[in-house]
């Protein structure tokens, strides 16, 4: 499998689990100052990396992924593995972990919202059905009410077959 960076309309099942120890090309990290995703080169799900969002309290992040073609396929999955924890264990309020997408030229709208303390990874999938025969983006948003992490690992976007 490939990166979800290049190449799009060519591949059935795009990945990314940060092996290269850099963001995909094409991905925005928006961040405020300290706060925003990190590559962590260790804690991975599998692999070396994963991406980790350690912010301060009350701060929202997110990262957003290159544009995604999926005008000729008749179907799309996205799943990944996450992780909630407080950090250090002293905080129970949970990072509120919000999966976006829009389609080119409209708004985010929010797929699935994920909002509990998960203390190792966990996988999530989410039909976007909904979005076939677009071109898309994919955001990861999180807000910290509390000092607590998220950590992403093994994003993959599962196609049907091709349609000319």
Known sequence: MLSLCNNWEYIPNWYEGFENGELP???INNQY???GWKLKPSDANNGTYCIENYSSK?????????????TSYPSATLS????????????????????????QGGSWVTVKTINE???????????????VGNQIQIAFECYNAAYCYT???DIVLSVGSKTE
């Open 25 to 27: 090309e094409g991905w």
């Open 80 to 103: 990944f593995y996450y992780m909630n924890k407080p950090y250090g264990g002293t905080y129970n309020t949970p990072t509120t972990l919000r999966i976006k997408v829009k389609k």
């Open 151 to 153: 950590r992403i690992d």
């Open 33 to 35: 100052s300290f706060n």
């Open 117 to 131: 303390n998960v203390a190792s990874y966990n996988l999530c999938e989410i039909q976007l059905g909904d979005y």
């Open 58 to 70: 009350n701060y929202t992040v997110s990262l957003e992924t290159s544009t995604l073609d999926l």
